[in-house]
């Protein structure tokens, strides 16, 4: 009995729908990329000032590389490849990626002010590192530099012109001025007037009796205060400027474990914030 071979059956199977599972991918990165974006957009607003954004602003409006350049084709265009775009994303209408800074009109009273309080405060460190740039610079300041102590109080930037052993600011007993003093009088009057703050001046003693009179600490420190007022102005400082003159004698000292010591003999000079000018104004009222 002849075998007979049974054929061989191959059968191919053919898969259909070619890249069926990719294009959510795709979908996927658009998504993920549009909401980094987003927060990018966020965290760029939540961490700008009102100045920065209106920069920003500008800069999308105008993005030329310097200012100054040629005007653009519309306020709007931006340069590309292309040509010129009106409008940042081309999609059927374009998202404000920036809003105007809010007028004075549109903030609380308390807003306004603390912004304003900000403001005055960083002019005065900026004039505090200009005093300090300006005793680093001036040979004829070098010698008394231990002489001049600069820091920000409450009331404002406080200048102190202090005495030290066998180098005073007056003759001994007198509102007469030192050569010196006057020198570093002046330097301090240009630096001082170019900001628009008022200043206090302040007459320190230290505790020795005066040896007169009818005339005693009281009125030495308050004279020393003015003949310094007097030499601010003779350097360039505008009078208007001046606030207030004082003279407090050994009521404030300097140096209170020693009231002799000659540091607690000294000017102080204030220039004041708007706090502590408006109190001195009620003062008066």
């Not at 999609?91 to 920036?98: D, F, I, K, S, T």
């Amino acid at each position: 009995m002849e075998d007979k071979k049974q054929p061989i059956v191959v059968k191919k199977v053919v898969k259909k729908g070619g890249h069926h599972g990719g294009a959510w991918k795709i979908a996927f990165a658009d998504f993920a990329t549009a909401m980094m974006a987003f927060f990018l957009l966020l965290w760029i607003l939540g961490f700008t000032d009102q100045t920065q954004k209106a920069a920003i602003s500008e800069y999308f409006e105008n993005p030329s590389p310097t200012f100054g350049a040629s005007p653009r084709p519309s306020p709007n265009a931006i340069d590309g490849p292309g040509g010129a775009s009106t409008s940042m994303i081309d999609h059927g209408g374009a998202m404000e990626l920036y809003s105007e800074p809010p007028s004075p009109e549109s903030m609380d009273e308390a807003t306004i002010e603390k912004l304003a309080e900000q403001a005055e405060e960083r002019r005065l460190e900026e004039l505090l590192a200009e005093l300090e740039a300006a005793i680093e610079k001036s040979q004829a300041l070098q010698p008394f530099k231990d002489q001049l102590l600069l820091d920000i109080t409450p009331e404002g930037l406080r200048i102190q012109i202090v005495d030290k052993e066998n180098r005073s600011m007056f003759a001994v007993g007198s509102a007469r001025l030192q050569p010196y003093t006057r020198e570093i009088l002046h330097d301090i009057a240009q630096v001082i007037n170019d900001v628009p703050n008022h200043i206090s001046i302040t007459g320190h003693t230290d505790a020795r009796p005066y040896p007169g009179e009818n005339y005693g600490n009281w009125e030495l420190s308050a004279d020393r205060a003015n003949a310094a007022r007097r030499e601010l102005v003779a350097g360039g400082l505008q009078q208007d400027k001046v606030g207030r003159v004082v003279g407090l004698a050994s009521s404030v000292l300097f140096d209170k474990a020693d009231p002799y010591n000659p540091i607690n003999r000294r000017i102080s000079i204030i220039v004041m914030n708007k706090r502590t000018e408006e109190a001195i104004q009620h003062e008066g009222r």
